[in-house]
């Protein structure tokens, strides 16, 4: 006989229902050739006593219209009838679409429904996701980023300027160029705008061999580097243990990593010094907060990855301070998607609540 289900669970609205529209929207400044948009799949999960919900899930490149798929053809009507429990949902999803992969395109669409569902809850207790779970952090440092490999060394100096400018005390750069002596002397051109106090650091989004990674480390490591993000590709449990062995430089890695398990790898194989899970990617923030419980009894740092109005949400319910990152022109209010104001708000490279129930997200029509 199974154990009695909690009262909360029991005594939850059923969900009656689940609807989603997929957003292309070009990207104000590319990312490059292969990333020149951003994709969202809007969701809205509906429940027996009228309430609603309302989430996304997204993904810059690979698979907008699977995802949607998911959603629509396995999601809804599996969840159609359970309790919108966020949590309860979560766990019997992801054993039901564990057959489809573990991770990746299977917790991309898992976070459509998490969000909703954590929406929904907050709204009926009139607060924010922020407040329901428990704001501990008044603000968080935001630190600039650009997806900027592409750039020329001009642009890059020039975006590293705008960053000055605009008071950020931390900011990230893409390296891997087919020279290392180009890496270096972009690196040297930004550390030399930002001045020896500000942090930099560096993302090669798995472009370097192990071999590749080492000569880079010793050669870009004098510049005074607070992570070295990704050198490897993500799956090479292996070369990143040997890495983080024998670097100067602390590795950071996460954006690819999809589950509590892989996380759960990398940190008992000490190969890792900062995790950086993508909210969206991981399946929301059901699973989010249980890696960043997982970092904490092991004293790793945690940084989420992009996403800064959803991330910034999140970072104020950290017990310790974290950074949140902020693309350049990036976000959604910036891409011009949000129907009303952003749920979160920067001042001075810092993020605060703009204190709107639930997770505060409403997109526009006709997109």
Do not use: C
């Not at 917790?107 to 329901?132: E, K, P």
């Not at 960053?163 to 550390?191: F, M, N, S, T, Y």
């Not at 104020?316 to 902020?326: I, Q």
Request: aromatic share 6%; net charge negative.
């Amino acid at each position: 006989m199974s154990a009695p289900a909690p009262e909360a669970v029991r005594t939850a609205p059923r969900i009656t229902g689940l609807t989603t529209r997929l957003i292309t929207v070009p990207l104000r400044r590319h990312w490059g050739a292969e990333a020149p948009e951003n994709h969202v799949i809007v969701t809205r999960l509906q429940t027996d006593d009228g309430g609603a919900g309302h989430g996304f899930s997204w993904t810059p490149t690979i698979g907008p219209q699977a995802v949607k798929a998911l959603l629509d053809h396995d999601i809804a009507p599996f969840i159609t009838g359970l309790p919108a429990a966020p949590e309860a949902v979560w766990d019997v999803l992801w054993k039901r679409l564990h057959e489809a992969g573990g991770g990746g395109l299977t917790t991309i669409a898992m976070a459509g429904v998490d969000l909703a569902l954590w929406d929904l809850q907050a709204r009926r207790a009139g607060t924010s996701v922020t407040g329901l779970i428990g704001q501990r952090q008044e603000s968080a440092e935001v630190y600039g980023s650009g997806v900027n490999l592409h750039y020329t060394l001009d642009e890059l100096v020039e975006q590293a300027r705008r960053w000055v400018a605009a008071g950020h005390q931390a900011v990230k750069i893409k390296v891997g160029k087919p020279d290392l002596r180009e890496d270096a002397e972009r690196v040297a051109a930004v550390r030399s705008v930002l001045g020896p106090d500000r942090r930099l650091m560096i993302d090669a989004n798995q472009r370097w061999d192990l071999p590749t990674t080492f000569r880079a480390v010793e050669v870009l490591s004098e510049y005074g580097l607070d992570w070295l993000e990704e050198p490897l590709r993500a799956d090479d449990l292996w070369a990143y243990r040997r890495l983080r062995k024998h670097s100067p430089v602390p590795i950071a890695l996460g954006e690819n990593l999809h589950t509590i398990y892989r996380f759960r790898d990398f940190i008992e194989a000490e190969a890792v010094d900062i995790i950086q899970p993508n909210i969206i990617r991981v399946g929301g923030i059901t699973p989010f907060r249980r890696i960043v419980e997982l970092a904490r009894t092991h004293s790793i740092k945690v940084m989420p990855h992009l996403l800064p109005e959803l991330s910034g949400q999140l970072a104020l319910t950290l017990a310790e301070p974290t950074l949140v990152e902020d693309v350049e022109e990036a976000s959604f209010e910036q891409l011009g998607i949000l129907d009303g104001p952003s749920p979160v708000r920067f001042t001075d490279s810092r993020v605060a609540l703009a204190d709107q129930p639930g997770l505060g997200f409403r997109f526009r029509d006709g997109l």
